[in-house]
């Protein structure tokens, strides 16, 4: 599948499909239907938004490695992945800080600039999961320039009772063994919930006994990656009181990972490790390695009175993270590890984070307008340790004023308009290196790696959409403005980025990125197909991008290349497609397909594309649900092909990654024994072992292969006095 | 019927013009001169210095040369010298040196430096003089070589070296 088939293909549907229509468009995902009505945002915010909700159901049935990978079979989502079991979320081409994670109200903060730092967030404690595509600056401010990933809580029951499910899971592929246990109560306006899960994985296998990192031939023990063995451990605690008029409800959880980095790709350069200790066992995680704990607890109120509505949002997290490794001296950094640090001689380096959130907004009528004002206060304290210096300590406040408004023309036209004034500043601590380094005059010096640094941003972003619903047909329209205030990272970094092999450089003098966009979404809903496109178009004045100049440097750098952030105007289009067909009865077809182009117009880079951009894709799958039996209830097999064409817009430093093909197979059932029902899946994904390379993985960079073939099996044991078969 | 013909017709006078945008698209890509090259390091000429498992006398000077080559503009050089005496052996060389035991660092000689290449040439005969202290380590060592272009594109080799007493 060629990318200018792809392309036809988008574009023929765009122009086929006029622009208007449409009537409660429902939207459905997963086999066990959970059909979304299209009024289901009409009355919120971002109802003139492309968005794509899965709950907890299919978010098992498509289980992956990490709760992204699971969501990455949506059209326009992919991941920015490292390994098996840790990524990041990628919203049309769009990630790191330009991808908004709100769980239950509030925005997840973690390091979420670095590669190779996943998402802190339990896959089996979501209960829904909502995709906005495209620029929701104006609801969340600085970071939800590319898109929002919406995170709820399973809801809570409808009935008096307690109830609740065991599942255990197994995949094959880096043999995880784990199990979650979800469980919920209520009593009147009283409710409760919470859950625990643990897993733990080997070494992953990938179909090559050799990697070249960077040239250097690595060869891997029995194909699996050394030392990517991890382990997880959550829990989540919710309760409060819910009634029409007023509720109240606390979110409590932690989230606590190890896990090791492939041993031969971490570093200054591509190294070479003692096989004999690594290869000995591949569950065992040795340096190098992260241990991070993300710990969260959210107060969600409201209370309603007359035509208010008057919300009250109040978050703390703490995201604690720790990289290892043994003290490897690069650069002028005295050889051997000196007795008298403080820093712990294996602690690479350590961000300790904490977050305060606030939100406060109130919801009201006024004729037939339907508005919200509110407005939200955050401050972020951010720590550093270890032998290692990346970006400096820094304190960070922000504050957020917007108004909303709905207005509804007619039972077929609604309109939006949204405006937001946002105020941010940061103070950044200066740093120093602990060592001395040789200069160009033979005179030592410890070098001042950060100054000190203030900065304020002030931002005014816009949005205006509409919505038309005509017979079977809905169209959605939005365009706007939105901005991102530059992070720590991009203002102040000054160190080796151990992933790239590359010397990142903070530029102090950036300014917020403004971009602007526009987003159509066209469906259709008839008896036995849904159809739904959804184009966009944006335009960056100032896009910050992390610059592989021509230059090395050889103090802070320790002779590395120098990655600088420069900022450059950016032109980005794409589509996706979502079609739904059902035949006969039992049997669906489903196709999704996605595209994305985006070109620097400006800077040292004009003409090359964004990094990690993704390849266009067509996922075609087939579903055949048979009839429920005495024994079998809602059982399910699909087999589904995913063809990536190559991706040949590329910039420095990275490769060319060829098309492939991907086969994956799903089944499941209720196995019906006696009263109570055992939910059991399974799954084959990558059932050919294709070796392929996926462009938007951190890993592409060092040629290493994607996952290999891999099986998951998981068991569901509901249990509780509502669950009734 | 006849409405379903009209569409049709539109239809496929839609799909025409789709697919001539979708080429003139592709088309429009295809000129764009943008390079994609990277830069290559020629180490294979004889008076190349050092070259896999060469030995290099503590207390002497020797020049580093490398032939060094780019489609469009080289951008620059940066040389590294740091020990291996823990074998973390990152060679980028088919060829396997013999390694010394493993032993700990006292005064390794450690060097790091970067050069910009003059006048964006696509070819450069790259020359620079290293001292070696007499007092350093001996053992092995790597010499890293890395070199960029002018779009930012690069490339290393990794040698293993031997300083000796």
Known sequence: MNRRTILTLLFTYSILYPACAQEKATKTIGLREVYIEGGRYKKSAEGAMSIDVLTSDSLQKYQAGSLMQTLSRLPGVNTIGIGASQSKPQIRGLGFNRVATVENGIKHEGQQWGLDHGLEIDQYSIGTAEIIKGASSFMYGSDAIGGVIRLSSPAELQENGLKGHINLFNRSNNGTYGGSLQLQGKNGNWFFGGGVTHLGYADYRVPTDIVYVYNYAVRLKDRQVRNTAGQETSFQLRGGYVSDRFSSIFYLSNYHTKIGFFANAHGLEPRGVDTVLYDCSDRDILYPSQHVNHFKLISRNYIAQDAHKIWMDLGYQRNYRQEFNNYTAHGYMPPVYPQDMNIPMNLERLYDKEIYHMTLKDEFALATHRLTIGGNVEYQRNNIDGWSFLIPSYRQKALGVFIYDQYPINEQTTLYGALRYDHSNIHSSPYQDWFASKLENNQSAHILRADELHRSFNSLVWSLGATRQMGSWEAKLNVGKSFRAPIAQELAANGVNYHYFSYEKGNPSLSPEQSYQMDLSVARRTGNTYIAFTPFFNYFSNYIYLNPTSGYDQYYGAGNQIFEYSQSKVRRYGAELKVEYRPLTHWKIELLGEYIRSEQLSGSKKGYTLPFSPAPSLVLDLSWSPKSSTYFKEPYLSLDSKWTASQKHIVPPEEKTKGYQILNFRAGTQLILGKSALQLRLQVQNIFNTRYMDHTSFYRLISLPEQGRNIILSVGIPFGTQNRT | ?165
């Open chain 2, 1 to 165: 019927m006849i409405k379903i013909n009209i569409h049709m017709q539109t239809l496929k006078k839609y799909a025409l013009m789709a697919i001539i945008a979708a080429s003139t698209i592709a088309c429009k890509k295809d000129k764009e001169n943008i390079d994609t090259e990277k830069p290559t390091i020629d180490i294979s000429a004889g008076t190349a210095f050092p070259k896999q498992c060469s030995q290099i006398r503590r207390g002497s000077s020797f020049t580093f040369r490398a032939k060094l080559s780019d489609n469009v503009a080289l951008g620059s050089y940066s040389i590294d010298v740091h020990h291996n005496f823990d074998h973390h052996s990152h060679s980028t060389e088919v060829e396997e040196c013999t390694l010394e035991p493993i032993k700990k660092p006292i005064k390794p000689f450690v060097l790091v430096k970067s050069v910009n290449i003059p006048g964006q040439p696509q070819q450069y005969d790259a020359q620079f003089q290293i001292d070696v202290p007499a007092d350093v380590d001996p053992g092995n060592y790597h010499f890293m070589i890395q070199v960029t272009d002018q779009s930012g594109w690069s490339i290393q080799r990794g040698i293993s070296v031997r300083i000796t007493e």
